[in-house]
C-alpha cells in the first residue's frame, strides 16, 4: 500500500478533537488514505458512504439523538463522499457539539457543496486538506531516488495517480479509463451544464495550451461558448481539481502583462488522456510543455502537503521576455525556469533583474528537480 505524505499530518491533527476535511479528485487515493488511518489508530470505527441510498435519506434529518444511536460507542466516524449529502455541515456540528471524543473525517471528491456547505457550521471546527494524484517526493519515499528518476518520462506521459504508479502495464489505457471515467462526473452532478459537449471541447483546448497565456475569448470561439461561460467552466474545473490557474506578476514595469493568466493541469495523464496523446516523451513537439507543466504541478502540490505559504505567478512584458514561474515567500522573490532540455543555458532577463533585484534564480532540469520537489526540504 503506497504511504502518503497527509497520513501522519492528519493522524496528528486527529487528537485535537476538529473535524477532519479531506478533499481531492476521484481515485486520487482518498478512501484508501482513510482506511490507513482507521488501521492506524487500532479504534472501533464507523464508516458511513454517501454514495450509500439509505445513509444520504437518513442523515440530512438526524437529530443529535439519533446521531449518538448510529455511533455508538465508537469515537471514530469516518464520513466517505460527504460532498452528497445533503447539509452535511449542520449534521457534523450537531456531531461535534453534543456526542464529544468521537473523532470524525469527512472525504469528498470535489470541492463544488462540501467547501460551501461546511464552512459556516464548521467555522473554527474543521481542519482542511487537499490530497492530490501522488507527489514525487511521496515517490522517492515509497521507492527510492534512483527508481524515480528512472521513471521521469513514464511520469510526463502517463502521471502520478496511485493506479498509474502501482501497475505499469497498459498505463495509457488505465489512465484513459480515468479520464473518461470521473473527468467531468462531478461537474455534470453538481452544475447545471447544458452544453457538455462544449465542456469537453473547453478541456481540449485547454489541453493544447499548457504553457501558453489563455484568453477566455479565443477559447470561447474555439468551443462556441461566450467569455462568461468560459470562465464558470473553468472555475467549475478548478473545484473538480482537474486544472489550476496561474496569474501573472506585476508590479513595476508599464509594461508587464497585468491580467493574464497560464493553466496547467494537475496530472500529465489527465492532459495527455483528453488528447488523446501517450507518444513516448522522445517523439514529442510538446516535451517542453509537458516539463513545464510536470515542474508546476508538482511543485503545487509540494506547497499544499507541506501547507507553505506562498504566492505564485508568471512573469511576462508585451516584449516577450518571460520567467516561467515565481514564487514569494521569506520576503523575497524566486525565480525559476524549466528546461527539459539540460543543454540548454537560459539567461535571467536583464530588465526582471534590474525592477526586482531582491530575487533568487534557479534553473530546474531532469537533473535537479527531485531535490526542489522534496517533501522534506524547505526550498
Same mark, same amino acid.
Given at each position: 500500500?503506497l504511504k502518503?505524505?497527509l497520513?501522519?499530518?492528519?493522524?496528528k491533527?486527529l487528537?485535537?478533537?476538529?473535524v477532519?476535511i479531506l478533499l481531492?479528485?476521484?481515485?486520487?487515493?482518498?478512501t484508501?488514505l482513510?482506511?490507513m488511518?482507521?488501521?492506524?489508530?487500532?479504534?472501533?470505527?464507523?464508516?458511513?458512504?454517501?454514495?450509500e441510498?439509505?445513509?444520504?435519506?437518513?442523515?440530512?434529518?438526524?437529530t443529535?439523538?439519533?446521531?449518538r444511536q448510529?455511533?455508538?460507542t465508537?469515537?471514530?466516524?469516518?464520513i466517505?463522499?460527504a460532498?452528497?449529502?445533503?447539509?452535511?455541515?449542520l449534521v457534523l456540528?450537531?456531531?461535534v457539539d453534543?456526542?464529544?471524543?468521537?473523532r470524525?473525517?469527512?472525504?469528498? =471528491?470535489?470541492?463544488? @457543496?462540501?467547501a460551501?456547505r461546511?464552512?459556516?457550521?464548521l467555522?473554527? /471546527?474543521? %481542519?482542511?486538506?487537499?490530497l +492530490?494524484?501522488?507527489?514525487a517526493?511521496e515517490l522517492?519515499?515509497n521507492?527510492?531516488?534512483?527508481s524515480?528518476?528512472?521513471?521521469l518520462?513514464?511520469?510526463?506521459v502517463?502521471?502520478?495517480?496511485?493506479e498509474?504508479?502501482k501497475?505499469?502495464?497498459?498505463?495509457g489505457e488505465?489512465? =484513459?479509463q480515468?479520464? @473518461?471515467?470521473?473527468?467531468?462526473?462531478d461537474?455534470?452532478?453538481?452544475? /447545471?451544464? %447544458?452544453?457538455?459537449e462544449? +465542456?469537453?471541447?473547453?478541456?481540449q483546448?485547454?489541453?493544447?495550451q499548457i504553457?501558453?497565456?489563455?484568453s477566455?475569448?479565443?477559447i470561447g470561439?474555439?468551443?462556441?461558448?461566450?467569455?462568461?461561460?468560459v470562465?464558470?467552466?473553468?472555475?467549475?474545473?478548478e473545484k473538480?481539481?482537474?486544472?489550476?490557474?496561474l496569474?501573472?506578476f506585476?508590479?513595476n514595469l508599464r509594461n508587464?502583462?497585468k491580467?493574464?493568466?497560464k493553466?496547467y493541469?494537475?496530472?500529465n495523464?489527465i492532459?495527455?488522456a483528453v488528447i488523446?496523446?501517450?507518444s513516448t516523451i522522445?517523439?514529442?513537439?510538446d516535451?517542453?510543455?509537458?516539463?513545464?507543466?510536470?515542474?508546476?504541478?508538482?511543485?503545487?502540490k509540494?506547497?499544499k502537503?507541506t501547507?507553505?505559504?506562498?504566492?505564485?505567478?508568471?512573469?511576462?512584458?508585451t516584449?516577450q521576455?518571460?520567467i516561467?514561474y515565481i514564487e514569494?515567500?521569506a520576503?523575497r522573490?524566486?525565480?525559476?525556469?524549466?528546461k527539459?532540455n539540460?543543454?540548454?543555458?537560459?539567461?535571467?532577463s536583464?530588465?526582471?533583474?534590474n525592477?526586482y533585484?531582491?530575487?533568487e534564480y534557479?534553473?530546474?532540469n531532469?537533473?535537479?528537480?527531485?531535490?526542489?520537489?522534496?517533501?522534506n526540504?524547505?526550498?
Open positions: 500500500m502518503r505524505h497520513l501522519p499530518v492528519i493522524d491533527h487528537q485535537t478533537g476538529k477532519i481531492g479528485p476521484r481515485q486520487c487515493g482518498k484508501t482513510l482506511r488511518l482507521v488501521e492506524s489508530n487500532q479504534k472501533p470505527f464507523v464508516w458511513w458512504n454517501g454514495d441510498p439509505d445513509i444520504r435519506a437518513i442523515l440530512p434529518t438526524a443529535s439523538t439519533r446521531l448510529m455511533i455508538g465508537t469515537g471514530f466516524l469516518v466517505d463522499e460532498q452528497r449529502i445533503e447539509n452535511i455541515g456540528k450537531l456531531i453534543n456526542i464529544p471524543k468521537v470524525i473525517i469527512a472525504s469528498g =471528491s470535489s470541492s463544488f @457543496d462540501l460551501n461546511i464552512n459556516e457550521p467555522t473554527g /471546527r474543521k %481542519f482542511e486538506y487537499l +492530490l494524484p501522488m507527489a517526493g522517492t519515499a521507492f527510492d531516488e534512483l524515480e528518476r528512472r521513471m518520462h513514464h511520469r510526463l502517463f502521471g502520478s495517480y496511485p498509474i504508479v501497475h505499469t502495464g497498459n498505463p488505465l489512465v =484513459s480515468l479520464a @473518461d471515467s470521473y473527468l467531468y462526473k461537474i455534470l452532478t453538481w452544475e /447545471r451544464i %447544458f452544453k457538455p462544449c +465542456l469537453e471541447k473547453l478541456v483546448a485547454l489541453a493544447f504553457g501558453s497565456q489563455v477566455y475569448n479565443e470561439q474555439l468551443c462556441g461558448l461566450d467569455k462568461q461561460t470562465e464558470r467552466y473553468i472555475a467549475l474545473l473538480a481539481f482537474i486544472v489550476f490557474r496569474p501573472s506585476s508590479r508587464e502583462l491580467k493574464s493568466r493553466i493541469f494537475y496530472d495523464g492532459r495527455n488523446k496523446n501517450f522522445e517523439l514529442r513537439q516535451a517542453g510543455a509537458l516539463w513545464e507543466n510536470y515542474c508546476i504541478s508538482e511543485r503545487m509540494k506547497l502537503f501547507q507553505k505559504a506562498c504566492n505564485c505567478w508568471f512573469w511576462r512584458t516584449a521576455q518571460e516561467d514569494q515567500y520576503g522573490l524566486h525565480a525559476y525556469e524549466f527539459f539540460q543543454r540548454t543555458r537560459p539567461h535571467l536583464a530588465t526582471f533583474k525592477a533585484p531582491e530575487h534557479a534553473v530546474i531532469p537533473d535537479n528537480y527531485l531535490e526542489w520537489l522534496d517533501l526540504t524547505d526550498n
